[in-house]
């Protein structure tokens, strides 16, 4: 276990649809990271927050976007939902904004998309 | 582009038999370099990592990687593997601000 929580384990949901995914970050970390790892992309970085604003962005698409709260925990949008968007969705934790020695993974979400 | 390279899809071994997945990297300058383990159905753990200093690095489960500066690649080993070692392993950069930039991963198969 360690120490990041991710919500839902599991959703199925149609195209053009809207899903909200949650990640609880370890207890002290600050900077929250999510990744897709989908069969034909593999585990691809999105974005980052630290304390609340956003640090980076990579290969997030305009449809999608996060958020981190000032408890901390981060929510990853997805909308106008393709079936490409089917994958697992990753969110990583870790205390500094750099990244610090190692980035803690929680379990993920598998988006499945019919 | 600069990017993470993993040259196996999918190796098989039988148990006892050693192991060597090979990773390059396509960055300069100071690179910090992780192997991450993901067990069926379950989240990425860290294996091994470099920052600086020895090259030959150990890591968790009788793991080690070797860095080798010139030629940009960190492949890991293990002399004997396990049944339990089945899993896909993942090589990795941190890039600035933190964000890790993966390799496509390999999966690892071992027959008992």
């Known amino acids: 276990d360690s120490g990041v929580t991710q919500t839902p384990k599991h959703l199925i949901t149609a195209t053009g649809q809207r899903v909200t995914l949650r990640c609880s970050p370890r207890?002290?970390?600050?900077?929250v990271y999510w990744y897709q790892q989908s069969l034909d992309q593999g585990l691809q970085f999105l974005i980052q927050?630290?304390?609340?604003?956003?640090?980076a962005k990579g290969n997030i698409l305009e449809r999608f976007s996060a958020q981190q709260f000032p408890d901390l925990h981060s929510e990853l949008n997805l909308s106008s939902l393709e079936l490409g968007d089917s994958a697992l969705y990753f969110c990583?934790?870790?205390?500094?904004?750099?990244?610090?020695?190692?980035?803690?993974f929680g379990p993920g979400t598998r988006l499945t998309v019919l | 582009a600069q990017s993470v390279s993993q040259h196996n899809h999918h190796v098989i071994l039988s148990e006892a038999a050693s192991l060597e997945l090979g990773c390059n990297y396509s960055?300069?300058?100071?690179?910090?370099l992780f192997w991450y383990v993901q067990y069926p159905g379950q989240h990425l753990q860290l294996l091994l990592k470099?920052?600086?200093?020895?090259?030959l690095v150990k890591g968790i489960k009788g793991f080690e990687a070797e860095f080798i500066k010139s030629k940009f690649s960190f492949n890991l080993r293990k002399p004997s593997v396990q049944w339990s070692d089945t899993a896909e392993y993942f090589c990795?950069?941190?890039?600035?601000?933190?964000?890790?930039?993966f390799g496509q991963g390999t999966e690892l198969s071992v027959k008992p």
């Open positions: 470099y920052f600086s200093g020895d090259p």
């Open positions: 990583a934790s870790s205390p500094t904004p750099s990244g610090g020695n190692e980035q803690f």
């Open positions: 207890s002290g970390d600050l900077s």
């Open positions: 990795a950069v941190k890039r600035p601000g933190g964000k890790l930039i």
């Open positions: 927050y630290y304390n609340g604003e956003e640090r």
């Open positions: 960055y300069g300058g100071t690179v910090n």
